[in-house]
């Protein structure tokens, strides 16, 4: 029996904090670089979250450089969601949609 054909794993890192200005890519990688990416980040109790849409475009930015004002929402709204995981006594913040 083969084994089903699954998409070669991807996986981006992101840092942002308070000084500094949009959130950067500082690790990027494909197959076992990727397995180490996660790995890594799981060891050091940092949320992986699983993105398709969203690593594919992250995949696009260089290393060592700020994430495209294009990809602000999408990764704002990611941190969000994360902050209120972290902080379950935090209020929801409505979902930002255009009309």
């Known amino acids: 029996m083969k084994t089903p054909l699954t998409p070669q794993q991807v996986a981006v890192a992101l840092t942002y904090g308070k ?6 890519v500082v690790a990027k ?14 060891q050091h109790g940092i949320f992986v979250h ?15 450089q700020e994430i495209p004002a294009q990809l602000y929402l999408a ?11 972290e902080q379950p006594d935090t209020p929801a913040i409505p979902s930002i949609t255009k009309k």
């Open 19 to 24: 000084d500094r200005g949009a959130p950067t």
């Open 50 to 64: 699983e993105s398709e849409d969203l690593v594919g475009l992250l995949m696009k930015v260089e290393l060592d």
């Open 29 to 42: 990688g494909r197959g076992l670089l990727a397995q180490a990416i996660i790995e890594r980040a799981k």
């Open 75 to 85: 990764v704002a709204e990611l941190l969000a969601w994360l902050y209120r995981m």
